[in-house]
């Protein structure tokens, strides 16, 4: 498995940005297709967006498309997630993921998923 760290969440206004990473390590990176999650109070973790392991293939859910930007640097060992235009519904902690090694694309199953981080909390005030 590879152990992944998130970081970039805050307090912020609708309609700011945010950029979160997540920082693997443990295994080789680029092996892996990634997902960010997130998780509301008193709701269940939702699929936000996934990429796969060569950057080519990208998947969104469908309220962040146009929002939200994945993205990942193979050479930082490092996965990203822009967030644009901010809405009081994203407020949630949000969750990096890895698939197990030799998966090529993300998907939005969380069972797909084997390595979590600990998440990072994001607050859009209204």
């Known amino acids: 498995q590879v152990q992944l760290v998130e970081s970039g969440g805050g307090l912020v206004q609708a309609g700011g940005s945010l950029k979160l990473s997540c920082v693997a390590s443990g295994r080789t990176f680029r092996d892996y297709a990634m997902g960010w999650f997130r998780q509301a109070p008193g709701k269940e973790r939702e699929f936000v967006a996934a990429i796969s392991w060569s950057v080519i293939s990208t998947l969104y859910e469908d309220s962040v498309k146009g929002r939200f930007t994945i993205s990942r640097d193979n050479a930082k060992n490092t996965l990203y997630l822009q967030m644009n235009n901010l809405k009081p519904e994203d407020t949630a902690v949000y969750y990096c993921?890895?698939?197990?090694?030799?998966?090529?694309?993300?998907?939005?199953?969380?069972?797909?998923?084997?390595?979590w981080g600990q998440g990072t909390q994001v607050t859009v005030s209204s």
């Open positions: 993921a890895a698939r197990d090694a030799g998966w090529l694309f993300g998907t939005a199953r969380i069972s797909d998923y084997g390595s």
